[in-house]
């Protein structure tokens, strides 16, 4: 039981580390029309992927996950805007993709009452 939850732990560490190398921040010449945010106050708003980064199929889902402490108006997945559970602060969502090459950017833009966050996921499919 000890082995199966060390492995466990390993595995969720090496997969955090993974999924914070795959999301970047979108650059400052992108944010363009949206509100500038500190480091701090980015802090509010998690958006991070729950799922691999590196799939071995072409097309499939992928798991992201928005987590926020101020209430959250919109979350936008490559321009498309995403349903929303009335008042809640934590959302789960399965993004469908299709890999035309060997990676994909998908934008998440996540609009609360203070401005806009936006990052980026990259998807990139294993080379077998």
């Not at 349903?83 to 996540?110: C, M, R």
Request: aromatic share 10%; proline share 2%; net charge negative.
């Amino acid at each position: 039981m000890k082995s199966l939850l060390l492995c466990l732990m390993i595995g969720f560490l090496l997969g955090c580390a993974a999924e914070h190398e795959s999301i970047v921040k979108v650059s400052s010449e992108s944010q363009s029309g949206a509100a500038k945010f500190s480091e701090s106050e980015t802090q509010n708003v998690l958006i991070f992927n729950e799922s691999s980064t590196i799939v071995s199929e072409p097309e499939g889902c992928w798991t992201l996950r928005v987590s926020s402490f101020k209430p959250v108006q919109a979350i936008y997945v490559d321009n498309i805007s995403m349903t929303l559970a009335g008042g809640s602060y934590d959302f789960l969502f399965k993004i469908p993709y299709s890999l035309k090459s060997e990676e994909k950017s998908f934008t998440i833009e996540v609009y609360t009452t203070e401005g806009v966050i936006k990052r980026e996921v990259l998807l990139k499919q294993n080379a077998s």
